[in-house]
């Protein structure tokens, strides 16, 4: 039987629904929460994103700047743009959309954002306490998934899970929040011996990767959930997952497509995020 197919579009549009509400209730109390997005550079990819995001900021009702700075703006530059940003009380976020330029780097960059604002979690700050289990932000990729997760009543306890990937932005945080969700977590990478094999033992399997269809479908055991991470391009140049998806939905019990899967879910968590720093930035203020 072939899989369910796990609508990040429609978890996406009922989160942001919600959103959208506690937005209004902050607004009644004088609070709209503020998001900045900083782009340098002119990469097609990272424009596309960092629209998306201005987009579901005016769905929720977030303000939102934007800030695109051209490619050779020096780290100086950047960094005093960031210190203004910490400074202002309209904005409760900061996102400085990665790759950043080769001449910048962007370590000290993130960790030059007030950990406050830091509604990526990229922040080493903010890494820790995900870690220890004790958060104000999860990073949007993995949380996304975990609400994915929970709308379509996957069972976590005792399970195997398997992340391909240990980037810091993906596979690392998705491993923690599924081993804080008391799954039995491992992760796979480029040096895993008998990738295919670890893979199959999977009943969640989330693939962060980077390569076109990588997972296929001997690789997935039968009923297994699978979770597809990649933005990838086919020979075709057309969008597809780190999954080889039409093959994989018909072993798995449960599949998120690309595109319509985990990337909207990327974005409603930045708004989620942005919403916790306003509400948490105005009872700071009290
Ligand atoms: P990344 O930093 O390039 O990390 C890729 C990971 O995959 C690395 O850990 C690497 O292992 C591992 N890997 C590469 N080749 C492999 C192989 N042949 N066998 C096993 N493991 C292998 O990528 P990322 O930033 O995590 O992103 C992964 C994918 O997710 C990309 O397609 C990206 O576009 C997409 N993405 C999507 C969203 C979204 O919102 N949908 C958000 C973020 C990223 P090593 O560490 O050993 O090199």
Redesign the pocket.
């Known amino acids: 039987m072939a899989a369910t197919i796990i609508d990040g579009k429609a978890v996406s549009a009922e989160v942001r629904a919600e959103l959208k509400k506690e937005v209004e209730a902050l607004g009644g109390r004088g609070v709209t929460p503020g998001l900045a997005v900083v782009l340098v550079g002119d990469d097609d990819a990272s424009r596309r994103y960092v629209r998306n995001k201005k987009k579901g900021c005016e769905e929720v009702g977030i303000y939102s700047q934007e800030h695109t700075l051209p490619a050779g703006t020096s780290e100086e530059e950047l960094l005093a743009l960031i210190g203004k940003l910490n400074a202002d009380p309209k904005i409760d976020g900061i996102l400085v959309q990665l790759p950043l330029p080769k001449h910048l780097d962007e370590k000290r960059v993130i960790e030059a954002i007030d950990p406050g604002k830091d509604v990526d979690a990229f922040s080493e700050a903010n890494v820790g306490r995900i870690m220890i289990g004790n958060y104000t932000f999860l990073p949007c990729?993995p949380a996304g998934i975990m609400e994915l997760l929970r709308h379509a009543g996957v069972e976590l306890e005792g399970k195997e899970c398997v992340v391909?990937?240990?980037?810091n932005?993906?596979?690392k945080p998705m491993a923690m929040l599924l081993m804080h969700a008391n799954g039995t977590v491992t992760i796979?990478?480029?040096?895993?011996h008998n990738?295919a094999g670890v893979a199959r033992r999977a009943d969640v399997l989330v693939a962060?990767?980077?390569?076109p269809k990588?997972v296929t479908a001997d690789m997935v055991k039968p009923g297994a959930v699978v979770i597809d991470?990649?933005?990838?391009r086919d020979e075709n140049g057309k969008l597809c997952g780190?999954v080889d998806f039409e093959a994989v939905k018909e072993v798995a019990s449960a599949i998120t497509p690309v595109p319509g899967g985990?990337?909207p879910m990327?974005i409603t968590t930045l708004l989620k995020n942005t919403v916790t720093a306003a509400k948490l930035h105005h009872e700071n203020a009290r």
């Open positions: 990729t391909i990937g240990r980037s932005i993906v596979g796979c990478h480029s040096r895993t990738l962060a990767i980077g390569k990588f991470v990649g933005m990838d780190d985990v990337g990327t």
